[in-house]
């Protein structure tokens, strides 16, 4: 298996977070034994206890991602340590961060520095992975450089979406949710075996509802959901020692978008001002006659979202005497017709829409050790062509005068061989080392910005291209103090792929690729349980040294003055540490776990571009550069979660009381103090009511239960300073049902 999938043996807790729960079932508490049961994980290609794995990991499962509201990958990031999922201004382009290390870029084409995996197969574009998560049964998240073991290379990290497999006996279940804002959610799975060699499971979900944000003029809502998902997963056991595994799935978003507001006065000419929103559940939108024509809509629409995805992976695995073979074939598919509204007003300042396909088609073939002895090892190679189509059009035209369409055609191409080797030199010292060598060729086809109605402005060009050749790794050892407690230390190199910046730029100057990203990890840790395994501590270090950091900035074009441009900032370094730790007392039925982690970033050598200097000696134009060696790369200081659970045994029934909490620090933006996020706490709570003999469960919640008013990000588009909200306090009810 690919990664760090994860097979409990029984019921335990990583990262803050319960496992080997059936899917779709509750969050619980170890048995009132007391004790961290212990999880079977196969991070090196066997299967291993994961204290006994050297590598800074948390994993969630899919009963706690049903209990905290996990509907995508960007969920995540208020249940793990060092992790931001943050979408460009509000729109479907996320933006990952692990530890820092991020990359941030509201174009479609370029690569994340975390990837991000569902049952082994990568989606090598961030707007690929906004599907729903269902019928989990975990997640993990790997901080660090991730490339040796996985179909893509990273510098941040990774993460595996795990679903749920056919079972070998009948099984079914059926989740409702109800809350505030009429939002609802339900989720559906039949599973088990068709003949004595086929097993197969149907899972599907719908969310709806939960429109919370109104339009400041007119009182419509926005931000209702309207997603949907199905998946078929059939396992055939076509011999003894070959199994043969088809993975299909279909999901489909006709979603509300997301809504600004507008934190500062909005200056539309000399005599009209948009005033500034106290209220962040206010917003606005306006769609102009001539800009919906252009992109097929109806003039009276809101932000709206039009995706559609789908793809197939086949994994076909033989087992010889002492090693594996396994084939993992798989093709991914986008297609994405979205409008935003970047400015929150109903003026049409920045009005965006975009329309993408997007496919990649990948083969992983490896072969992994099997058989005992102090030396096992894994060996493979990877293959993967992505294509993507886009027409990206803005609509500027109460700013500028004028409507921008965006147009071009990109693939890549990239040819990987990597393989580890793991040596037990004694009974307690373990060493490891992995290699990669990747070559990848990248090309922008056909790039061509032009003006609506053309006013003399336009730029277009045939192929540019770009790639590189890498050899990347990892040297690590790992040393056995006693049964309990492990030490580690790794060393590992990673590579994020360069790219093109795909804006709607009228200057050929803009176009010129930026360099791959080049990242090397020092880490250290420890991993321990315990006071008879009731208390679990799992502490880490790192420093990063960072090369030709992908910065998002701008270039000067001697006629049309400041270009957004992602660049290379030549030295950047990160440093950090986190700690994660699990009580379960004996036979007390209570849980309390902590997650905290540190980190500090800066440029050590950075010459950028000072926009108002540069501008004020036009034209000509002319680059003005500020040195921001010292500065902050701009990232949450502190992430912080936890959660307190406790079990009770009432006649009949059990009873499970639960209260969770994150924290992440400010982040301190680029742009300047005006677009800073405040640091902000956000606290849910449940109670979970299940009787001794029976198959239902249920649950009431509230998510943000003291209505914290924050911001997710802040930016801004043409005049308008704009920021997106995060959601209110909501209550709700869940029913469970489980055959």
Same mark, same amino acid.
């Given at each position: ?55 800074? &990991? ?120 109800? %809350? ?105 939108? %306006? ?45 991914? #598919? ?15 300042? #920045? ?26 090892? &894994? ?20 700013? @500028? ?53 053309? &006013? ?31 030490? @580690? ?25 930026? #360099? ?27 420093? @990063? ?43 007390? %039925? ?43 790369? %701009? ?49 849910? #709570? ?54």
């Amino acid at each position: 298996m690919k990664g760090t999938l994860v097979r409990a043996v029984t019921s335990g807790i990583i990262g803050g977070t319960l496992l080997g729960v059936p899917a779709l079932a509750q969050s619980q508490a170890p048995d009132a034994g007391g004790g961290i049961p212990e999880i079977i994980v196969t991070a090196q290609r066997r299967e291993q206890s994961v204290q006994d794995v050297g590598l800074s &990991v948390s994993v969630l499962s899919g009963a706690d991602l049903t209990a905290r509201h996990v509907t995508s990958v960007n969920d995540l990031q208020n249940l793990t340590p060092g992790l931001e999922v943050i979408n460009a201004f509000g729109g479907g382009q996320p933006q990952f961060r692990i530890r820092g290390v991020g990359f941030n870029d509201y174009a479609s084409n370029n690569t994340p520095t975390v990837g991000i995996y569902v049952d082994e197969v990568a989606y090598p574009l961030p707007i690929m992975t906004q599907g729903l998560i269902y019928d989990v049964d975990r997640v993990e998240v790997l901080r660090g450089p991730q490339g040796v073991l996985y179909g893509r290379n990273t510098t941040g990290g990774a993460i595996n979406v795990l679903t749920a497999n056919p079972t070998d006996t009948v099984s079914a279940g059926i989740t409702g949710d109800y %809350g505030s804002y009429n939002a609802s959610k339900v989720e559906a799975f039949v599973s088990g075996p068709v003949s004595n060699t086929v097993k197969v499971r149907l899972s599907a979900t719908t969310q709806q509802g939960g429109a919370w944000q109104t339009n400041r003029a007119t009182g419509q809502d926005l931000g209702n959901a309207n997603r949907s998902a199905v998946r078929a997963k059939i396992d055939w056991a076509a011999t003894p020692d070959t199994d043969v595994k088809l993975n299909l799935h279909y999901g489909r978003d006709l979603s509300d978008g997301a809504g600004a507001y507008v934190f500062n006065p909005v200056a539309q000419s000399s005599t009209v001002t948009v005033k500034a929103d106290t209220d962040p559940s206010k917003t606005g939108w %306006g769609l102009s006659p001539a800009f919906a024509k252009i992109i097929g809509a109806d003039p009276a629409s809101k932000p709206f979202r039009n995706n559609s995805s789908g793809g197939a992976d086949l994994t076909v695995e033989h087992r010889f005497e002492t090693m594996t073979l396994t084939s993992i074939t798989a093709w991914e #598919a986008l297609n994405r017709k979205e409008f935003n509204d970047w400015d929150g007003t109903a003026y049409h300042d #920045a009005d965006e829409y975009f329309n993408s396909r997007a496919q990649d088609v990948s083969q992983e073939v490896r072969l992994s050790s099997t058989g005992a002895g102090p030396l096992q090892w &894994v060996g493979g190679i990877y293959y993967a062509h992505e294509t993507l189509r886009e027409a990206f059009l803005s609509d500027f035209t109460d700013n @500028y005068g004028f409507i921008a369409n965006t147009r071009y055609h990109q693939t890549a191409e990239s040819i990987a061989g990597f393989g580890q080797v793991d040596y037990a030199a004694t009974d307690r010292l373990k060493v490891t080392l992995g290699l990669r060598e990747e070559h990848e060729d990248r090309t922008l086809h056909d790039f061509a910005t032009t003006t609506i109605p053309y &006013v003399g402005l336009g730029v277009g060009t045939a192929s540019v291209p770009t790639g590189f050749t890498q050899t990347t790794g990892k040297v690590g050892a790992e040393y056995k103090v006693s049964d309990p407690v492990l030490l @580690y230390a790794n060393i590992s190199r990673g590579v994020k792929s360069g790219g093109f910046t795909a804006y709607n730029t009228l200057a050929l100057s803009g176009l010129k690729p930026f #360099a791959p990203e080049v990242l090397w990890a020092y880490e250290a840790g420890v991993k321990s349980d315990l006071l008879d395994h009731t208390l679990r501590l799992n502490a880490s270090a790192y420093y @990063y040294d960072y090369h030709n950091q992908q910065v998002q900035s701008v270039v000067i074009d001697p006629v049309y003055g400041a270009i957004g441009k992602i660049v290379n900032a030549p030295r950047s370094e990160i440093y950090g540490a986190e700690l994660e730790a699990q009580w379960a007392p004996a036979r007390t %039925g209570l849980l309390i776990t902590q997650g905290l982690g540190l980190s500090h970033g800066e440029y050590k050598e950075f010459k950028a571009v000072n926009t108002a200097a540069s501008l004020a000696t036009c034209y000509p134009c002319t680059a003005v550069y500020s040195d921001l060696s010292g500065e902050e790369l %701009g990232f949450p200081r502190i992430t912080y979660n936890g959660s307190v659970s406790h079990d009770w045994t009432l006649p009949g029934y059990g009873v499970t009381a639960e209260a969770d909490y994150s924290y992440r620090g400010n982040l301190r933006s680029g742009l300047g103090s005006t677009y800073n996020v405040r640091g902000y706490w956000l606290a849910n #709570a449940s109670v979970t009511l299940k009787p001794e003999q029976g198959p239902w469960t249920a649950t009431v919640y509230g998510q943000n239960i003291f209505d914290k008013r924050y911001d997710l990000t802040r930016n801004f588009f043409t005049n308008a300073d704009i920021a997106i909200p995060g959601r209110p306090a909501t209550w709700g009810i869940r029913l469970s049902y489980l055959y």
